[in-house]
């Protein structure tokens, strides 16, 4: 397995919401609405930030309150690093766009030629 899947698989980690341009909350409920948002793990070299197509049955937004910016999401989507299947979880509270994630392999490695 890929060194920095693996160390991403094993417990939680540190991560933020990436937003651009500018880190709000308004920003991350548009990220939210379109399905697609950006973590960022901050305890890796440089951060690793990735890109996440969410799983709307899976990610919870039952416990956000985004207009008064109370509460948290957890985020699930899946992707690829590395080559490898990866499902991405990521609990993020409102106030510090911050929280804990890790990445859970859902498969084998992918071939190159195929991506």
Known sequence: MDELVK???EGDHSVEASLRPEKTIEALKESVD???VHIRFTD???GTELGVRLDREASNLSHADFENQNGN???VGDLILNYVKVRCVAEVDL???AGKGHLEPVGQAVNEALI
């Open 95 to 97: 106030k510090t766009l």
């Open 73 to 75: 999401v957890c985020l």
């Open 34 to 36: 379109r399905g697609y």
């Open 7 to 9: 160390r991403l698989s």
């Open 44 to 46: 890796t070299q440089g």
